[in-house]
T-cell receptor, first 116, second 110 residues
Framework: KAGVTQTPRYLIKTRGQQVTLSCSPI?????VSWYQQTPGQGLQFLFE???????NKGNFPGRFSGRQFSNSRSEMNVSTLELGDSALYLC???????????????FGPGTRLTVL | AQRVTQPEKLLSVFKGAPVELKCNYS??????LFWYVQYSRQRLQLLLR??SRESIKGFTADLNKGETSFHLKKPFAQEEDSAMYYC????????????FGKGTRLSVIA
């Protein structure tokens, strides 16, 4: 089974621009979660999508948004980029069904975003 | 709010020595606890979860609700254990987000 894929792997943007990152989950997985990883704050949860609906949301400003398509692929968008948005953005997929408390999250390799 | 604390940023041990990576959490409910590992140039992957009560690659972890801890242990460290280790918590057993600690880098010295 192919793993979680993320594109692009590296991205350089300037302040004020916007960016879109893409995540393709493992086939059959319906839940996609996004995390921001920085040296100072570690791994922080952004949001989770399940069946095209945002199911959980972390404590990030509205500049961070996402969506999920009918094939479970997900995108996240960051508008009006700030220097502090420089980070590794990870997505993780899981089956995500109801009552799946033991659901395992499988992580992608991440997208390294640098904001200049 | 839930919080996961890993007090050591870096832990260095000699090959063959015992390893204990500490993890403490704060949550008043019944959490699920996990250990994730990231080897050099590889993606983050699940190492073990407390409900499985299994040993993976010689590592074990016991959930101690009284001390709110979930320390990761291995009796004899191997060089290939060198990696970044993250403790994570999910509240209850529903589809809720993982809350990660900041990680401990384990370096096993030959």
């Amino acid at each position: 089974k192919a793993g979680v894929t993320q594109t692009p792997r590296y991205l350089i943007k300037t302040r004020g621009q916007q960016v879109t990152l893409s995540c393709s989950p493992i086939s059959g997985h319906r839940s996609v979660s996004w995390y921001q990883q920085t040296p100072g704050q570690g791994l922080q949860f952004l949001f989770e999508y399940f069946s095209e609906t945002q199911r959980n949301k972390g404590n990030f400003p509205g500049r961070f948004s996402g969506r999920q398509f009918s094939n479970s692929r997900s995108e996240m968008n960051v508008s009006t980029l700030e220097l502090g948005d420089s980070a590794l953005y990870l997505c993780a997929s899981s089956l995500g069904g109801t009552g799946s408390g033991t659901d395992t999250q499988y992580f992608g390799p991440g997208t390294r975003l640098t904001v200049l | 709010a839930q919080r996961v604390t890993q007090p050591e940023k870096l832990l260095s041990v000699f090959k063959g020595a015992p390893v204990e990576l500490k993890c403490n959490y704060s949550y008043s409910g019944s959490p699920e606890l996990f250990w994730y590992v990231q080897y050099s140039r590889q993606r983050l992957q699940l190492l073990l979860r407390h409900i499985s009560r299994e040993s993976i690659k010689g590592f074990t972890a016991d959930l101690n609700k009284g001390e709110t801890s979930f320390h990761l242990k291995k009796p004899f460290a191997q060089e290939e254990d060198s990696a970044m280790y993250y403790c994570a918590l999910r509240r209850d057993s529903g589809n809720t987000p993982l809350v990660f600690g900041k990680g401990t880098r384990l370096s096993v010295i030959a």
